[in-house]
């Protein structure tokens, strides 16, 4: 099983950027489909994008897209999701996923699938 930990995480005013680090160990993510999730308080955990692992592929929440942008470097077995024009409701702790699936509508993890321990992010007004 991979391990996850994510990094960058942080207070930001609206309209600023952040961008977050998720380092994996234990295994190689060369073939795993990498996601971001998070969860607001109160709330259920959200699926925010995820990326294939072969071709690159990019999936986003209607609410990030434009503003969020995933990417996987494969060699340094890390993924990273840049945040810009952040917004108060983004306001929610990150979670990295390894091999995340979306079966009949609830996201669940594949064989070998883990999350991250999640990184706050605070938007401010």
């Known amino acids: 099983q991979v391990q996850l930990v994510e990094s960058g995480g942080g207070l930001v005013q609206a309209g600023g950027s952040l961008r977050l680090s998720c380092a994996a160990s234990?295994?190689?993510?060369?073939?795993?489909?990498m996601g971001w999730f998070r969860q607001a308080p109160g709330k259920e955990r959200e699926f925010v994008a995820t990326?294939?692992?072969?071709?690159?592929?990019?999936s986003y929440a209607d609410s990030v897209k434009g503003r969020f942008t995933i990417s996987r470097d494969n060699v340094k077995n890390t993924i990273y999701l840049q945040m810009n024009s952040l917004k108060p409701e983004d306001t929610a702790v990150y979670y990295c996923?390894?091999?995340?699936?979306?079966?009949?509508?609830?996201?669940?993890?594949?064989?070998?699938?883990?999350w991250g321990q999640g990184t706050q992010v605070t938007v401010s007004s």
């Open positions: 990326i294939t692992p072969s071709t690159y592929s990019t």
């Open positions: 996923a390894a091999n995340p699936r979306l079966i009949a509508s609830t996201w669940i993890l594949g064989p070998g699938g883990s």
């Open positions: 234990g295994r190689a993510i060369n073939s795993y489909t």
